[in-house]
């Protein structure tokens, strides 16, 4: 809430007959040239001005904005609103059910905690395509769904009646970031504060890294850790620097026989090049009024892909027909459209605004690509498509092949083999068309003089037909993700490719499994109304669920006899889906290869089979009269899509679908769900249990204490990132984590996830520190000087310090009161930003963390969960101080916190212990501190900013 208003910004805007509060931003000094993204901030910070955390000297700042300097003032922004999906959103929601009754503890009331920022969840990340190819496959996967995920969702259910201003979209609705488009997002809020109806822009914070695609809709928003969410959540800022913004101009129109993919995948290449991390990106020209808004929510979505903090489109026409569409009322889109014009938000492509740096893309040029097969940017012409798979076959089959010389081997596409009722007919390595027989002599293929085994195996149906795998072959083709579920234009040109090759007599190859994951059910309405769902369904690509699946690794069995295939011949296959995730590993443990396509282009490989398949030269297959059909023969036209899409979508499907979206189906509504302002906690349940954060907490905070008699946990490298600290993916047995389980009665089948079981803080320390990569070089003393991967350290409460487990050692250190300390490397916590791997290392009993640099989110995460971020001397690192891990550590200096003095520097005095090689010394030195605004401060001295927050309260 504002207190000061240091520019005499407060005004009032009339829309119709009802009066806003407003906060002018033209009464700041300088605002005219700033990106429409800046002048946001710029209104967040005259609404929030509160004196301490909010200063007239930012505001100046960001009005002074000089667009060639590099980002070094800190500003405080405050969100409208959280958006969360479950996997993220679970631990918040237990942090919250907590703290009521951490604050019943200290004679507080319950209800008073709720969040203070409205927050919504969407439950997207759950669903898995267990099964696929039937039309009882969605009804099925919702059922296994509810299986796995009874108490969480009991949980949330919970949640949804329990908490004020936190609503929660129940499972099988849609994904998150099409929710958001099609119906939370507001573009500009309005909200009564202290009596007074106020409109601002709809800005948001979320804990799912494509919350940019609400960038699309001229909302400010981005992904951010889950205790950041939280902390925003309750009302808390996030802190930022003022960035660099990259002004990208787009002129042309997108050509036909193109698509937003396309364009996405092309934009993605150019960011990526550029280099953009921790910058905005913003999009302007004459070109911008030509970019459906769809198109723009698909740039938007892959933002984390080409790696900045936002990618904006400004407020136009097209924001207030797309709000039409979508069934806002005319009230809704009379305020955006006033607003956005009062506040210089509205597009005007002549007006010269301030950007850090230039780019620039006619839409003309974009063609057909690709993009794979491990990283979203490595962009591949689909002309070139097969050329390259060529080159990067050799990199996974010389990976996997015995012997890695010039082997004779053959490379066709997987060819059905001569089973009766199978089509016989596939493409060579030249691309000639032949009959293949199982015995045939194999060819070869071969890029710049190298050659790669092929491995044809004959597999065999359970209704007895079969057909030869190979490399390269298609295993999963996959409709998914919000990158491009919510895009109509991209979604029917899928279902008329698939219209057209049923009509021709074509069928997907039987080795691959096809699923179709809407964003949300107007997709499916639309399918329905065009006919169209029946062609995708004639080539078995039915509803698997509404929900992330395939990006997330949530992607379920390959068909049974070719999974077995895979892994008893090792062969290099691949996935391709419409989605913005490809990484090695995250798809399908069987596959090695990923690939990004438009949704046309996945039922197009799934009629193909194989990533050895040029389109222009290949046949898919041969029609009723045996002529062959190319993929050019059944590619839908725009204007075939554009007749589709006029006919097909309307308003009142938006209205219906959304009429009900927190309402949930019949399972939502009879799940078992306490009541109460406490939640009852199950002390059986293995997915959501109490949080400790508050135990013992006393209404005042402890003195700040130094640390002292600390043992080293860690003594990590550069660019450690959270994934190496976070748990995540499959639970491995033998692990401290599914120890636990198999503990707690869970068979192994049933240990789900780490980020199924994210509600659980005792899953999820035992998965800290554990990632199977981590190179912890403490432990190499003990192992001839080589460093072991993964969660291990060295046990120095036990004779010789052994290697142990990361968690094992850990709570022997807590069993004798002994404070850890990591030591990393440049970099440090890099990657995306995850709640857990600070809430991890806290639990774990870390008190200070001590790098040569830090990674912005991760940095102040750490202080949210009470830990201190330390600096090594500028030019230092641990290993040129002489530090090895085995020293004791204490540091001194911190007490000055007590006095209301944050240190610049604490000093670190590390002596030698019975586990230090002979006549090592005591090494001093004076670390820098990186609490670095005085709200850090405040979360520092409260042992965290959930205990902060919850004193401020009481």
């Avoid at 219209?499 to 107007?522: F, H, I, M, N, Y």
């Avoid at 860690?714 to 389980?741: E, R």
């Amino acid at each position: 809430m504002s207190t000061v208003d240091s520019f005499g910004a407060k005004s009032t805007l009339t829309v119709g007959d009802t009066d806003y509060e407003i906060f002018r931003i033209d009464t700041v000094p300088g605002y005219e040239k700033l990106p429409y993204s800046l002048k946001i901030l710029l209104e967040n910070l005259l609404r929030t001005e509160d004196g301490a955390n909010v200063t007239k000297e930012q505001i100046e700042a960001l009005g002074n904005w000089q667009p060639d300097a590099e980002p070094n003032t800190e500003i405080q922004f405050t969100p409208a609103r959280v958006v969360m999906q479950d996997f993220t959103g679970v631990p918040c929601i237990v942090d919250l059910a907590t703290m009521r009754e951490a604050v019943t503890a200290l004679g507080g009331d319950p209800n008073k905690i709720n969040p203070l920022s409205p927050a919504e969840m969407v439950i997207d990340h759950s669903v898995i395509a267990d099964l696929f190819g039937s039309e009882n496959a969605l009804e099925r996967n919702v059922e296994i769904e509810y299986e796995r995920n009874g108490e969480r969702y009991q949980f949330l259910r919970w949640g949804q009646t329990a908490f004020d201003d936190f609503k929660v979209v129940p499972p099988g609705t849609g994904i998150v970031h099409q929710v958001n488009i099609e119906h939370l997002a507001k573009v500009i809020y309005d909200r009564t504060v202290d009596g007074v109806l106020r409109a601002y822009p709809d800005t948001c914070v979320g804990t799912d890294s494509h919350t940019t695609m609400v960038n699309g809709l001229g909302v400010l928003g981005w992904g951010v850790g889950g205790i950041e969410a939280e902390a925003a959540m309750l009302g808390q800022p996030v802190s930022m620097l003022i960035p660099r913004v990259v002004g990208f101009k787009l002129t042309g129109e997108i050509p036909a026989g193109v698509t937003a993919t396309d364009v996405v995948l092309t934009i993605t290449d150019m960011l990526r090049k550029h280099g953009v991390v921790g910058k905005f990106v913003e999009f302007y020209g004459e070109g911008v009024a030509q970019v459906p808004l769809a198109n723009r929510a698909t740039i938007g979505n892959m933002s984390p892909e080409f790696g900045s903090t936002a990618a904006m489109f400004p407020v136009d026409d097209v924001t207030l027909d797309y709000l039409r569409l979508t069934g806002r009322d005319e009230q809704t889109v009379a305020l955006v459209e006033a607003y956005a014009k009062a506040q210089s938000l509205w597009h005007d492509a002549s007006r010269e605004l301030s950007f850090s740096e230039f780019m620039e893309l006619d839409l003309s040029t974009v063609v057909p690509s690709i993009a794979g097969p491990k990283r979203p940017q490595d962009r591949i012409l689909l002309s070139e498509a097969k050329n390259q798979f060529e080159k990067d076959i050799l990199n996974y089959a010389d990976a996997t092949a015995e012997d890695s010389v010039e082997i004779e081997g053959t490379f066709p596409a997987s060819d059905p083999g001569s089973a009766p009722g199978v089509e016989h007919e596939t493409v060579s390595a030249e691309g000639v068309s032949h009959q293949h027989d199982h015995e045939h002599a194999p060819s070869m293929i071969s890029s710049g003089g190298r050659h790669a085994a092929s491995k044809p195996v004959k597999v065999t149906t359970p209704d007895g037909q079969s057909y030869l795998l190979d490399h390269g072959a298609v295993t999963l083709a996959a409709i998914t993700s919000c990158t491009n579920t919510s895009n109509p234009s991209v979604m029917i040109a899928a279902g008329l490719l698939a219209k057209k090759a049923v009509d021709k007599g074509l069928k997907r190859k039987p080795w691959v499994k096809t699923t179709l994951g809407p964003g949300s059910k107007v997709v499916t309405d639309y399918y329905e109304k065009s006919g169209l769902d029946k062609a995708l369904e004639g080539l078995d690509f039915y509803t698997v669920g509404y929900g992330c699946t395939i990006c997330i690794g949530n992607s379920g069995p390959l068909i049974d006899e070719v999974s077995a295939a895979i892994n008893e011949n090792d062969l290099a296959v691949t996935a391709v889906l419409s989605g913005n995730r490809n990484f090695e590993g995250r798809i399908s443990p069987d596959v090695k290869m990923n690939y990004l396509a438009s949704p046309p282009l996945v039922v197009a490989y799934a009629l193909a089979g194989s990533m050895n398949f040029d389109f222009e030269t290949d046949a898919l297959g041969k029609d009723a009269d045996g002529n062959d059909v190319f993929l050019k023969d059944i590619w839908p036209s725009p204007d075939e899509v554009q007749e589709v899409i006029d006919y097909s979508i309307s308003r009142e499907q938006f209205i219906k679908q959304y009429s009900t979206v927190f309402d949930g189906d019949e399972r939502w509504q009879n799940l078992p769900t306490p009541t109460g302002p406490i939640f009852e906690w199950d002390e059986n349940s293995t997915y959501v249990r109490k949080a400790p954060y508050f135990d013992g907490m006393q209404s005042s905070p402890a003195p700040v204490t130094d640390i002292s008699g600390a043992r080293v946990m860690a003594t990590l490298g550069d660019s450690v990132t959270t994934d190496h600290i976070s748990p995540a993916g499959n639970i491995k047995a033998g692990t401290p984590a599914a120890q636990y389980l198999t503990e707690h009665g869970v068979a192994q089948k049933d240990f789900n996830s780490y980020g199924s079981r994210r509600g659980n803080h005792e899953v999820m320390i035992r998965g800290t520190f554990a990632n199977i990569r981590l190179k912890n070089e403490l432990v190499a003393a003990v192992n001839d000087g080589k460093v072991v991967e993964g969660g291990f350290t060295r046990d120095f409460t036990q004779p010789g310090g052994p290697q142990s487990y990361i968690y094992d050692a850990s709570q022997n250190y807590q069993a004798q009161g002994t404070p850890l300390v990591v030591f990393g490397g440049k970099e440090y916590g890099s990657g995306s930003s995850r709640d857990w791997a600070a809430k991890g290392t806290s639990l774990l009993g870390v008190k200070a963390v001590i790098t040569e640099s830090f990674e912005r989110i991760h940095r102040s995460n750490l202080i949210g969960m009470g830990v201190v971020p330390l600096q090594f001397p500028v030019g230092e690192s641990w290993a040129s101080l002489g530090l090895d891990g085995t020293e004791i550590v204490s540091i001194t200096g911190l007490e000055q916190l007590n006095e209301g003095v944050t240190p610049k520097t604490v000093t670190v005095v590390a002596e030698p212990s019975e586990f230090s090689p002979e006549g090592k010394q005591t090494i001093t030195f004076e670390a820098i501190v990186r609490i670095d605004t005085p709200g850090e401060a405040d979360y520092y001295r409260n042992g965290g900013i959930l205990q902060y927050v919850l004193r401020s309260l009481v």
